[in-house]
């Protein structure tokens, strides 16, 4: 029987576009999918989209679509863009599904029967945006606190809703850390999960009486199933939880070997699972992978905070596999991660380009001038091989030890460093001189890089499964797999058939400054060609203007700010940028029902601020008369949203 391996990525919001944080956790359960494909496992890689809530249901309405065709938009844009970037899913799940909500109200009704969910009543401070009671000693008559993760008001709420008694499994889950302190991966994060547990664990509300999108509690369709105890269990009604025609399956897969999340979700998973699962008697998960943010100028990267790397460019300007290899070599899991464009540039041209990808060519190259593109298997390998093809079997022994405990950059950080090694080997060696001077030499030598790359392709193939099947294609060869697959590729008992193929990499240095001037240029010409002298006083160069983020957005909302005379509280829809929420001093000159569906011009990247309570994410622009009267600008013609304005 072959040994089995599940993984597992969050479910993803489903109101809004997938981007590079999602897109992280998403290659690193790929890579692992495939590290472990390669060697002969029989693999399950779930993931898809968490589909209910309030959040959603707001979201559609504002944008006059039922909150199912919203959710089936955004899953339809994270399908495409897993597909372009070659992650190989086995499921894609999406809380919407039957058999998800069969499997959630199956839970809920055996944890109800169990006891372990009790219906009793909630009184707190609720954050609407972020479906959470944020917790505060503040009674309703004072002021309320603001959401610590989202920043926005909240409001007093009392409902009556179901409890899961997490209080119960208090003990059991402290027994469960000490006993598997690798549980988590990095180790160092079970201690903030331990604390919280001691400090002292509270019943859970899991239900809600306030919003109607989501799965309806067993024999209480009042209510509906609050998001994590649903989001949570895609990982069982995937796999065919509570059906009684799939237990083969469902006892093949579970528990899961590694559930991949992000830093931001760990006590859900940590906690609310684990005993959601014990209160179900199910075996818990074997490993949860916790990864740190991908920050961006040192802030996480969100859309409300207009810092959003787009994927979608990114693959464009660089490839899917070139930015696939800087996510997963340069990024330490361990920790929040910068991205940077500069580094990425330099990592693709220097690794892959120069290190790797010229390797290959010049090998091919020689053997093809020199006529020795059929390489036959090498009988008595030279000291210097010997040596080389040691030092493959070495990095691919610590490569093998660090991918199988998740440290993908320090196993990549071993494949550049042997690369480096079959470099100095070929240079040597000097198989152009080789060539002409000791033929049989020479063939060793393009023999023992052609192994050497062989092996390099494996270890990389999970990162870059499309360049390396490229690469093994070139050697005249297709990729292994299996459980010794490893053993077979240190061998060094292969013959190849060497074909000349296109550069694997491009080098890449340049390409986004390129693109800056371009557009930068564009711009400039614009500006020249007013001839506008910039001598005044008071005059500011291109530089300072484009420091402005102007963009056109749709008011999808807009209404009076109580106890004030000016403001108008808009929403607005910023596209690629996300919702808006906007303050506008102009309730003088406008009516709310007037604005909405109006398209204007907004500014994205003035530093929130706080008016009467509220948050203010932006600025409406507006022409003013001396005399005061005011109007907003708007394009001449509609445009997406999101376009900026230059
Ligand atoms: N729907 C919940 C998860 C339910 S799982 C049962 C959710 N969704 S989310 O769309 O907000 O995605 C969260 C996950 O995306 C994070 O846990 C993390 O894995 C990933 N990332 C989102 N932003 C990120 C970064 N800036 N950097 C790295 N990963 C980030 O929470």
């Keep these: 029987m072959k040994k089995t391996f599940f993984v597992t990525t969050p479910i993803y919001y489903g109101s809004g576009l997938p981007h590079l944080g999602s897109f992280y956790s998403t290659l690193l359960a790929d890579v692992l999918a495939r590290w472990h494909k390669l060697q002969g496992y029989e693999v399950y890689f779930l993931t898809g989209t968490d589909e209910h809530g309030q959040k959603i249901a707001e979201k559609a309405q504002q944008e006059g679509k039922t909150p199912q065709d919203l959710v089936d938009e955004y899953a339809k844009a994270y399908k495409n863009l897993w597909r372009e970037y070659d992650i190989e899913y086995t499921k894609f799940i999406r809380t919407t599904d ?101 400090a002292g664990l509270k019943d859970l509300s899991i239900s809600r009486s306030t919003i109607t999108w989501g799965i309806p509690f067993p024999d209480d369709p009042e209510h509906v199933i609050y998001v994590w105890l649903d989001a949570l269990t895609n990982y069982i009604s995937a796999i065919g ?10 006892n093949h897969w579970w528990p899961v070997d590694v559930h991949v999340i992000g830093k931001d979700i760990v006590r859900f998973h940590a906690v609310y699972w684990l005993a959601f699962l014990m209160a ?45 290899y800087y996510l997963t070599s340069r990024m330490a899991i361990t920790q929040d991660a910068s991205f940077s464009i500069a580094d990425l540039e330099k990592v693709i041209s220097q690794d892959l380009a120069n290190e790797l990808g010229n390797l290959l060519n010049r090998m091919a190259v020689l053997a093809q001038k020199y006529d020795a593109l059929s390489l036959p298997v090498i009988k008595g390998w030279s000291p210097q091989s ?26 990549y950080a071993e494949v550049k460093r042997f690369t480096a090694l079959v470099n100095s080997y070929v240079h040597e060696r000097e198989p152009w001189v080789q060539a002409g001077t000791d033929k049989q030499a020479f063939i060793e030598t393009l023999s023992a890089v052609s192994h050497s790359l062989q092996l390099i392709a494996h270890v990389l193939w999970p990162v870059m499964p499309r360049s390396m099947e490229k690469m093994m294609r070139a050697l005249g060869k297709s990729l292994l797999n299996g459980a010794d697959v490893f053993k077979e590729l240190v061998a060094w008992d292969k013959s190849f058939t060497l074909m000349v193929v296109p550069p694997l990499f491009a080098k890449v240095e340049g390409v986004f400054a390129d693109l800056q001037k371009t557009e930068e240029a564009q711009t400039n010409k614009a500006v020249a060609s007013d001839s506008v002298k910039a001598e005044t006083a008071g005059v500011i160069d291109i530089a300072d203007f484009v420091k402005v983020q102007l963009v056109a957005g749709t008011i999808i909302h807009a209404e009076m700010v109580p106890n004030s005379d000016k403001l108008l ?26 604005l909405i569906g109006q398209q204007g011009i907004f500014v994205l990247n003035l530093k929130p601020r ?18 005061g009267k005011t ?16």
């Design 98 to 198: 039957l058999e998800h909500k069969k499997a959630v109200k199956a839970l809920a009704h055996l944890l109800f029967e169990k006891g372990d969910i009790y219906k009793g009543e909630y009184t707190g401070w609720y954050c609407t945006p972020c479906e959470t009671f944020v917790p505060s000693n503040a009674t309703a008559d004072q002021e309320g606190p603001v959401c610590p993760s989202c920043g926005r008001a909240t409001r007093f709420m009392t409902e009556p809703c179901y409890f899961f008694r997490l209080s119960a499994y208090q003990e059991r889950l402290l027994a469960f850390f000490k006993q598997n302190p690798d549980f988590i991966v990095p180790k160092e994060r079970a201690n903030e999960v331990v604390a919280f547990i001691e």
């Design 241 to 250: 939880y509570a059906d009684a025609t799939r237990v083969a399956e469902f």
């Design 280 to 324: 179900a008697e199910l075996p818990l998960p074997k490993h949860e992978l916790v990864h740190g943010w991908i920050v961006v100028e040192g802030q996480k990267m969100s859309k409300s905070r207009g810092n959003v790397v787009d994927p979608v460019q990114l693959k464009e300007l660089y490839g899917v596999d070139g930015v696939r």
């Design 386 to 411: 010997i040596a080389l093809c040691d030092a493959g079997k070495h990095m691919t022994q610590l490569a093998r030890d660090y991918l199988n405990t998740y440290q993908f950059h320090l196993a």
């Design 569 to 594: 509280k808009l929403q607005v829809n910023c596209g690629v940028h996300g919702m808006r929420q906007i303050l506008a001093g102009i309730k003088l000159h406008y009516k709310p029902e007037d």
């Design 610 to 627: 706080k008016l009467l309570g509220l948050e203010s994410q932006g600025m409406l622009l507006c022409a003013v008369e001396a005399g």
């Design 631 to 646: 109007v907003f600008l708007r394009p001449s013609q509609p445009i997406n949203d999101g376009s900026g304005v230059r």
